[in-house]
């Protein structure tokens, strides 16, 4: 069970690490490739503001769940790649957004 008294800013944000993380899964990328791919593979649904992505990245690469280093090729770019830890995060992840969207829905009236 979740803590119940979870806000919607903190909602936000765990869905938010749960598309970063997901759109790392494949390879190593950089920002723009990150906010490129969530606004892609989402058609759309879902894109990162200028300024919002960075501190998202920071905050998984104090959590462990995600490292970075600077790229050697071209123009210097800072490169994400995941840990180890973050497959089993993310499916817990997952399942509590899970359980609060189907919340949500059925607050506003509409059956998940």
């Known amino acids: 069970m979740i803590d119940r008294t979870l806000d919607a800013r903190s909602f936000g944000r765990r869905v938010h690490e749960a598309l970063v993380l997901s759109a790392l899964d494949s390879e190593a990328k950089h920002g ?3 906010a490129r791919d969530v606004q892609t593979d989402s058609d759309g649904l879902f894109a990162f ?3 919002t992505l960075y501190p998202i ?3 998984l690469e104090q959590s462990g ?3 970075s280093e600077w790229s050697g090729e ?3 770019r800072r490169v994400y790649t995941l840990t180890s830890p973050r ?3 993310l499916r817990a992840e997952a399942r509590i957004i899970r359980e609060l969207a189907a919340g ?3 607050q ?3 059956d998940p």
């Open 65 to 67: 769940l995600v490292r």
């Open 57 to 59: 990245l920071r905050r």
């Open 87 to 89: 497959r089993r995060h």
């Open 49 to 51: 503001r200028f300024g």
């Open 104 to 106: 949500l829905l059925r």
């Open 74 to 76: 071209g123009r210097p």
């Open 32 to 34: 723009y490739g990150i």
């Open 108 to 110: 506003v009236g509409t």
